[in-house]
């Protein structure tokens, strides 16, 4: 058979199906009691086909309501009864017989149809309340929203089966055949395909053949809009019959000939599948993606999630097969608000095992840009949000959308007790195929866990395909035939398997009883995959755990590299909120009283901090964060992570009390830090221990900085007022500011930094060393064309080299704004093309960092600003800050997938280094870098267009620093300094007392959490190491012991090697490990 015989044999079979379409319904009645009501109007009537009535509040936001009754009259008794509506957007729907609810679920272009009852009465009143937006499933408008229909109709059972069975029998024959016969690959394997196509279409023409078609002109003129499928019959005629006789049911031997048709189908499907038997194995899980936010905003997400998942309950109730799995605490929760009827229906179904809570964390969050700390509160928040609703934790950490994963990953899932990782995003990267679906994922610190991915090639609807299946033969045979990890040695006896995940998603929507339907039929189908429904996590325990393929570190994926720099206001916002939190939780935690006497400054915090904390997390959804959302969700993140910051630290201040002429340093960091902050102006002349300290009026208020007096670790300082004039101390080390006609120079005695007229810094000299730090370039603004093939706000475009770039270095303005001893500062202001830009260069005495805080009103558009700075070293490759860790990243393009690394995340620093000396780059507030050769660089600021127009116009303000150094970064503690940067020593009026902390020791360790423990009866340290070393590690416990846990706060047994010792724990750590103590006042149970 040729391609072109298949598919003019596969019409002949759509035309009948066409034709049999036309009869599924055996009647339908047109409802003309509707009432539609815009919020803040009175009612209307409006019948099918008419707009909806204009005014305020009809096509805003916010929802509308439809109100349609009908009666049951006697000629429909004792039919079964479904309801058709397409009310022009996206809807609610709950239909009530006498008063009570039958059927409550979403209304969408693929769930039209409601089922009522199996057998109407008579006098039955139908009540159908309809709350809609006029929005589609991907968030675009309808412009102007019709009533498209609203009717009743009764099913004819028998030629709804029967044409639901020819179409799916229809779609096997394409895909078998098309495989076959098309470049002359076989997708079955066995080199039949084209055969089972043939015997499959000689089967459906017996099938056809068989049924006796009504002939009757009054039948075929009543069903004249619903023959040949629909619309397109009837747009080739020029005009009309005005009256069509009313539908009249099929005859009983006509019936009798569809159902015999349907039983002759699944027989001759049952005699192929002896000579032809599946091939391969899915297990199928139903899914509903639903972005907390995208293309529309969260409080859209909400009415979302209540109608997806009240289908769910629906379609569970009507096919006790059906399994489903849904992600995310942050949605469970809203649902728990907004629909309490259908959360307990849920947790019945969670009981059950058919309904399986995913992913254990509070969102589907970026991996990438979400520090380390909120990575482990979204498991923290998420796993105990599952364990106190339904009494389990999640297995399988579910995040088939985001875009890219950190190494730290692994041992974060594996403490939060999940033992597997499902994603499909790696089967997008653009330039190299990622080798594995089946694997061992190894992350930074040697923790490895089991990970699957499917790579679902769709192509059955527009719009499905990958995590979004459809229950279609080319859907399930592509995902079969791409699935890699069928070859793994460790399957043994078990037949190898894939997960198939299907339903209709982004948007939400979920699964579909067509999809329903479809699984009934294929689930053993000939020459195509068998499937069976599946929890994941029961799949997951069954996926062989040796002999697979390992993959160390980073899964970075080649796309949507530009979601490190969009809405860079957010970037900042999401840096700042997680410091103020950490901040405020370690005051709250060290102040006042022990925790399970629950009293002192920082008692009643813990509660709000939690809160917080969510609304952090929530706002790191992996469109959210990434910044590939519509400007109405970050007209909500951006206030929200405003607020999350200022409240943190309004809880923070709370925990100093009231004292004249007196202000107390903070530094809740487990390390001793210079003394540097700012205060008001007027708060000198200070003095600390008697001895008076060194102050400089600046900008903003009063520096105190006195590199050689420390605020302890996890301690603080008072600084007291001194009567009288201010005292001058000594100063061992004072900056210097010299301005004539050839620039302007900063000198600390460490570094000297040289700007020129131009206002670009072109030497920056390693005073110490006498090492010049830049390259001929020096340290320069460059904008770049920003122009991706796709994706506008998602990917940024290669670079395409200096030729078409352009430096900021044109006219300015260059002035001294500080002029020491204890900080210089230097202001260049310049226009560039609509916008002005800020740089302001500092240093500080005894610190060996030049500080550049930007300020930009950005008014570009697919502009990229990048701050390059050719330095002074070579090297094969660069250290960036991960989650928890560090990670290289190569400055070369020797590979394809070098070449595809072109930016790339880091958090706090990126560093350059080559035996002997190096140099950081530090951030406040920026995710996206590139290196290349000796030009590292960080991505300021783009200008994407989409979804978005207005995207990161407006003011940005941005701290970062060069940090030169001997050795490598890890001899300079780049880490810390780092740190150092994002959060400074905290100082207000006042006294605070702070409770001796913990003292950590031995190898160096960085401070993930302080914070009091979820039952309020200890305290929760947590520690990482953060550069790859191997050692022992200790804590001074005082009146503390201690014990490990888990991120969920679980105890753990005790590492071999760890001892203690005259209150000293002795803690033996692996590179990058992390360490989660319970602190306990001594004699605590």
Not at 461 to 485: H, K
Not at 513 to 534: I, K, N, Q, S, V
Not at 1033 to 1044: I, K, P
Request: proline share 8%.
């Amino acid at each position: 058979m040729t391609l072109s015989r298949l598919e003019r044999r596969l019409r002949e079979l759509e035309g009948h199906l066409g034709r049999l379409g036309a009869w599924r319904d055996e009647r339908t009645v047109t409802l003309t009691d509707c009432t539609f009501q815009a919020p803040g109007r009175a009612g209307v009537r409006l019948q099918e086909g008419q707009p909806w009535p204009e005014g305020p509040g009809t096509l805003d936001d916010q929802p509308v309501r439809l109100r349609c009754e009908w009666t049951v009259t006697p000629d429909w008794e004792g039919l079964p009864l479904e309801l058709l509506l397409d009310v022009g957007g996206e809807a609610l729907l709950t239909a009530s017989l006498d008063g009570e609810v039958v059927y409550r679920g979403g209304l969408n272009p693929y769930h039209r149809r409601a089922p009522l009852t199996r057998s109407a009465r008579a006098g039955q009143r139908l009540s159908a309340e309809v709350v809609a937006v006029p929005r589609g499933l991907f968030g675009s408008p309808v412009p102007r929203p019709h009533l498209e229909r609203a009717r009743v109709c009764a099913p004819q059972p028998q030629v709804a089966a029967l044409l639901d069975d020819l179409t799916v029998t229809a779609a096997a024959i394409r895909t078998l055949g098309r495989g076959a016969l098309e470049g002359g690959s076989d997708l079955t394997g066995q080199g039949y395909g084209a055969e089972i196509a043939a015997r499959l279409l000689n089967l459906t023409d017996e099938v056809v053949g068989a049924l006796a078609w009504p002939s009757a002109a009054a039948g075929h003129l009543a069903r004249l809009h619903e023959l040949g499928g629909g619309e397109s019959f009837t747009q080739g005629i020029w005009s009309l019959p005005r009256e069509l006789p009313p539908t009249t049911p099929l005859s009983p031997e006509v019936t009798a000939r569809v159902a015999h048709a349907c039983m002759q189908l699944r027989a001759g499907l049952a005699h192929l599948r002896a000579e032809y038997p599946p091939r391969g194995r899915l297990a199928l899980t139903g899914h509903a993606h639903l972005d907390l936010g995208w293309l529309w905003p969260v409080p859209e997400t909400r009415r979302k999630g209540v109608r997806t998942l009240n289908t769910v309950m629906e379609l569970m109730d009507r096919y006790p097969d059906f399994t489903f799995n849904q992600s995310s605490a942050q949605l469970y929760a809203w649902i728990e608000q907004d629909d309490p009827e259908l959360f307990a229906k849920i947790t019945r179904r969670v009981a059950e095992g058919r309904f399986e809570p995913v992913g254990g964390m509070w969102v589907e969050p970026d991996c990438q840009m979400s520090g380390g700390e909120a990575l482990a509160r979204h498991l923290l928040y998420g796993q105990g949000y599952f364990r106190e609703k339904f009494g389990r934790t999640c297995e399988v950490a579910w995040l088939p959308d985001t875009f890219g994963f950190t190494p730290a990953l692994p041992q974060l899932l594996v403490q939060g007790g999940v033992t597997g990782f499902f994603t499909t995003k790696l089967n997008w990267n653009e330039e190299t195929r990622f080798p594995h679906d089946l694997f061992m994922w190894e992350g930074l610190d040697g923790t490895r866990i089991p990970a699957h991915s499917l790579n679902n090639p769709g192509g059955s609807r527009p719009g499905l395909g990958g995590y979004n299946g459809d229950v279609q033969p080319s859907d399930l045979l592509g995902t079969w035939e791409n699935f890699g990890g069928k070859a793994a040695p460790g399957w043994g006896e078990e037949a190898p398997v894939s997960l198939f995940t299907f339903g209709y998603g982004d948007g939400g929507g979920g699964p579909s009883a067509p999809m329903l339907e479809a699984y009934d039929l294929l689930r053993d189908f000939p020459g195509l995959p068998a499937l069976h429904m599946t929890r994941v996590d029961d799949l997951f325990r069954r996926l062989p755990q040796e002999g697979l393929p390992v993959w160390v570190g980073e899964l970075y994926l080649q796309l949507h590299r530009g979601t490190l720099t969009s809405q860079a206001r957010v970037k900042h916002l999401n840096r700042q909120a997680e410091h103020r939190l950490l901040e405020a939780e370690a005051l709250c935690a060290l102040a006042g009283a022990d925790p399970e006497e629950g009293t002192g400054a920082g008692a009643g915090a813990q509660s709000e901090l939690g809160e917080l904390w969510k609304t952090t997390l929530l706002n790191q959804f992996h469109d959210i964060l990434p910044g590939s959302s519509i400007r109405e969700v970050y007209g909500d993140t951006v206030p929200e992570l405003e607020g999350v910051a200022a409240r943190a630290a309004e809880l923070a201040r709370a925990c100093w009390t009231p004292e004249t002429d007196t202000w107390t340093v903070a530094n809740p960091l487990p390390w001793p830090r210079p003394l540097s902050v700012l205060l008001p102006a007027d708060a000198g002349p200070l003095s600390a221990g008697g001895a008076a300290l060194p102050t400089q009026a600046v900008e903003g208020g009063l520096l105190v900085h006195a590199p050689d007096q420390l605020v302890p670790a996890m301690g603080t300082l008072t600084l007291r007022r001194s009567a009288g004039p201010a005292a001058t101390p000594s100063l061992p080390v004072s900056v210097t500011v010299r301005q004539d006609d050839s620039g302007t120079v900063l000198d600390n005695g460490a570094l000297r930094a040289e700007i020129g007229e131009d206002g670009v810094l072109r030497r920056l000299t390693d005073l110490r060393t006498g090492r010049e730090v830049l390259g001929p370039q020096g340290h320069v603004l460059r904008a770049y064309p920003d122009l991706p093939y796709a994706w506008d706000a998602w990917d940024v475009a290669r670079d395409l080299g200096a030729a078409h770039t352009e430096v900021l270095d044109g006219p300015c303005t260059v002035r001294v704004v500080e002029d020491g001893p204890l900080r210089g500062a230097v202001q260049v202001t310049r226009p560039w093309r609509a916008s002005q830009v800020t740089q302001t260069f500092r240093l500080c005495a005894g610190s060996a960092r030049l500080e550049i805080t930007l300020d930009l009103d950005w008014q570009e558009r697919h502009t990229l600003l990048r701050a390059e700075s050719d330095l002074n070293v070579r090297a094969h490759e660069a250290w960036a800050e991960t989650a928890l860790g560090a990670q290289p990243r190569p400055t070369h393009r020797n590979t394809p997938d070098d070449a595809a690394h072109f930016e790339v995340s880091a958090h706090r620093w990126m560093d350059l280094s080559e035996p002997g000396y190096g140099v950081s780059l530090l951030n406040d507030g920026r995710y996206g870098h590139s290196v290349r050769g000796s030009l590292l660089a960080l991505s300021v600021v783009r200008g994407p267009m989409w979804p978005d127009p207005q995207a990161d116009l407006g003011p940005h303000t941005l701290t970062y620093a060069l940090y030169p150094h001997a050795g490598d970064w890890r001899g300079a503690h780049t880490p810390r300094e780092a740190l150092d940067l994002n959060s400074p020593l905290l100082a207000q009026a006042g006294r605070l007392e702070l409770r001796a902390a913990p003292h950590l020791g031995g190898l160096p360790l960085m401070l993930s959490a302080l914070k009091r423990s979820e039952d309020g009866q200890s305290l929760i340290l947590r520690v990482y190491e953060p550069a790859g070393q191997r050692g022992e590690a200790t804590v001074t416990l005082g009146r503390y012991s201690a014990e490990r846990l888990n991120l969920l706060e679980d105890a753990l047994p005790g590492e071999a090697g760890d001892r203690l010792e005259h209150g000293v724990l002795h803690l033996q750590v692996r590179p990058f490990e992390t360490v989660s103590l319970r602190l306990s006042p001594a004699g605590t149970p």
